[in-house]
């Protein structure tokens, strides 16, 4: 097993590394190689799938070994020749695009050194979160509106033009201080190693042979529908980017879909430490971006909630993705070029092959931005403007493209005007509009971190004081990170976003950054006042060291997250051997997740089931599945009846798959929610095909029954 891991750690490594690499040496200018990790990745994750599907139209159907190899070569060698003939991107910015803010003052540093002490408190377990929000919010605050008129200082810099001056020597930003340069690599190496141990612990201590997390199964099925018909639409409303390269690493490995998450996808956990340092390093320079890594691997929450649940596609697109396309269009608002254009399509358009939530994170943004900027540049800076227009509309095109056939556009356009009946997209985008409630702001700090949260703020308050005193685009650029952050706030304050606590969760990214300018600036103050510096940035430090102690060690721990048993594994490979092509009833337990387990390992596209009370629930069910649900329950619950024959005919259901219990300890334990044994009380139409502790499977014969 562990040779096998290893084989497919490589050829991740080959598949995201290789193909995207000549392609950030021709669109970015990076300024060191976290920040040329981070491009390589990305357009990598970008590109490699939507080769593939183009091959697939012509070759296919599936993705098979030929279109796998082939999308590999395809995007490497397009790279190269790219390169070759237009050569590499130059680096037009040396020097942060904000200027630097000048030290605290006595008094602000004072405030926020009384604001650590409750937090402190809270990290600890010694104070409730709650009571805390008020005390530290008004400090914070306080601290902040003592600190904006000191701000001034720095116009001087933000208008002479020497912020991002071209003189400044090339390389990286602290090439000039090599005993610095040195410690903050090794400083960097270590955030993401911990990182790393972050996502892999409690896997390798608890969970493997299989992994924790609920959608694990829904991507695995997705990924089998894909290697064998191209499409997934059958099985779930989804973008195509994760499943399409779940299944050319499947191809190229000889791996089952669901072995590729058990290796891969704790990894995925660095991805929002290298986004967030890539983009804090272009807009605040390398100390902050250092920061920016160490909150948003280990102090975050949400990048290990995402890993826990094996929602993987949410955090590429919403953690990853989405970051880098601020850090692209920073870019291309300061230096407008072709190829930062280029650079902000792809990354734009990638966040919606990957998901449907992050899609309308992004179009938020540049909705609001486009509101305020275009007009702006169009009549102030022309050119400026029009490359701007240019690079949106690409980014448009190409992300229309990618959801035109999974969320067939034209009919979900025509349902959304009520001409036509409802499609999947519309039928989620129903049961998700007004029906969550919004998280209370009250509980947002312990969710997202003290640190990250209280800091995040005061970062956001002189990010947005400082706007006041630069000019022309670097404007432009260093606004975006603040209206992200209050697009994200927004979201998670409504219902009406239809997702207010994904909005919430991914809030954190942007205060992440926004933590290490405020971390920066208490340490920066250290040289003119030491007392009071030294006392804020110890305490806000041991803060931080705290709770990301506490949330490694919460990773590190067995999860009642892991669906998966001996037992359970067995009825799936038996499924699989024996798999005759028609569909499966899995009774439900508590959600769809078992289903999907079986539906995974047996390859199988399956019956939606869920529960009697999630079919009440308009936001657990779609529309499109509430009829089949309804037939599956009607199944499971009057197996004998006369209509339920009729059902499993109509269905052709081969099985049916009951489930006798789960592993203890587990999220599913005690919610069982058909009984096994009513099923071998008497004879009918269902024959014991196989059974063990766990899992009872009964081959479905209708012919002469009822």
């Known amino acids: ?380 800076d022309r050119p400026r403007g029009l490359v701007l227009t240019g690079a949106m509309t690409l980014l448009a095109v190409l992300a229309l493209a990618y959801v035109w056939a999974p969320y067939d556009v034209p009919r979900t356009i025509a349902a959304f005007l009520g001409l036509a009946s409802q499609t999947g997209t519309t039928s989620h985008a129903s049961m998700a509009i007004g029906t969550q409630k919004p998280v209370p702001l009250r509980s947002a700090p312990t969710s997202l971190g003290q640190g990250i949260f209280w800091l995040g703020l005061f970062g956001l308050l002189v990010l947005s004081a400082m706007l006041r005193n630069i000019r022309g685009p670097r404007a432009l650029a260093v606004a975006l990170l603040p209206l992200w952050c209050l697009i994200m706030f927004a979201g998670s304050l409504t219902s009406l976003s239809g997702f207010p606590t994904r909005f919430h969760r991914d809030l954190g990214v942007p205060l992440s950054i926004l933590a290490a300018l405020a971390a920066v600036l208490v340490l920066r103050s250290v040289t003119v006042r030491r007392p009071a510096s030294v006392a804020a940035a110890s305490l806000l430090a041991l803060v931080c060291v705290i709770s990301g102690g506490r949330l490694l060690a919460q990773a590190a721990a067995p999860s009642t997250y892991l669906y998966m048993t001996p037992g359970i594994e067995a009825a799936g490979e038996w499924l699989r051997a024996n798999n005759m092509g028609g569909r499966l009833v899995v009774s439900p337990a508590g959600n769809q997740v078992p289903a999907n387990s079986m539906l995974a390992m047996g390859n199988y596209s399956g019956l939606t089931a869920y529960t009697a009370k999630q079919l009440r629930d308009p936001r657990a069910v779609p529309h499109r599945d509430r009829q089949e649900a309804r037939d599956v329950l009607a199944i499971l619950k009057r197996p004998y009846a006369t209509k339920t024959l009729q059902l499993l005919r109509r269905h052709d259901a081969d099985y049916l798959v009951i489930y006798k219990r789960f592993r203890q300890n587990s999220y599913w334990e005690n919610k069982i929610s058909v009984d096994w044994r009513v099923f071998k009380r008497r004879t009918g139409p269902y024959r014991v095909a196989f059974e063990n502790e766990d899992v009872l499977i009964l081959h479905v014969d209708t012919g002469g029954q009822g």
């Open 1 to 380: 097993m562990l040779i096998r891991a290893v084989e497919v750690a490589a050829v991740a490594l080959l598949v995201v590394g290789v193909p995207g690499y000549a392609w950030s040496r021709v669109l970015f200018g990076a300024l060191d190689r976290v920040e040329r990790c981070s491009l390589t990745v990305a357009l990598s994750l970008c590109l490699v799938p939507v080769a593939a599907l183009a091959l697939s139209v012509p070759f296919g159907p599936g993705i098979t070994l030929p279109i796998a190899v082939s999308s590999i070569v395809l995007v490497t060698v397009t790279g190269i020749a790219a390169w070759l003939r237009f050569g590499g991107s130059g680096t037009t910015q040396r020097a942060p695009v904000s200027p630097q803010p000048p030290p605290l003052p006595g008094w602000s540093l004072a405030l926020l050194t009384a604001a650590a002490v409750p937090m402190l408190g809270v990290a600890l377990g010694l104070l409730p979160g709650r009571r805390a929000v008020l005390p530290v919010g008004l400090l914070v605050l306080l601290s902040a509106i003592l600190y904006i008129p000191t701000l001034g200082r720095c116009s001087s810099d933000a208008t002479s033009g020497t912020v991002g001056n071209p003189a400044e020597p090339p390389g990286h930003p602290d090439a000039r201080r090599p005993a610095l340069l040195v410690a903050s690599r090794a400083f960097v190496g270590l955030v993401l190693l911990l990182v790393l141990a972050r996502g892999y612990a409690g896997p390798v201590q608890h969970d493997w042979p299989y992994l924790r997390g609920q959608d694990i199964y829904a991507h695995s099925v997705m990924a089998n529908l894909v290697l064998t018909s191209g499409s997934a639409s059958e099985f779930l409303v989804y973008p195509p980017g994760l499943h399409v390269l779940t299944a050319v690493l499947a191809r190229l490995t000889d791996t089952p879909p669901l072995n590729i998450y058990y290796v891969l996808a704790p990894a995925l956990i660095l991805l929002p430490a290298l986004a967030s340092y890539s983009l804090a390093l272009r807009l605040f320079g390398h100390a902050a971006a250092v920061g920016a890594s160490a909150l948003a691997g280990l102090v975050l929450t949400s990048p290990w909630y995402y890993v826990r649940n094996s929602t993987y596609a949410d955090l590429i697109a919403a953690q990853f993705l989405l970051v880098l396309v601020v850090l692209a269009l920073a870019l291309l608002v300061c230096s407008p070029s072709l190829r930062h254009a280029i650079l902000f399509a792809l990354l734009g358009s990638g966040v919606a092959l990957f998901h449907s939530v992050a899609s309308i994170y992004l179009a938020l943004f540049l909705a609001a931005f486009g509101l305020v900027a275009l007009p702006y540049l169009l009549l102030r």
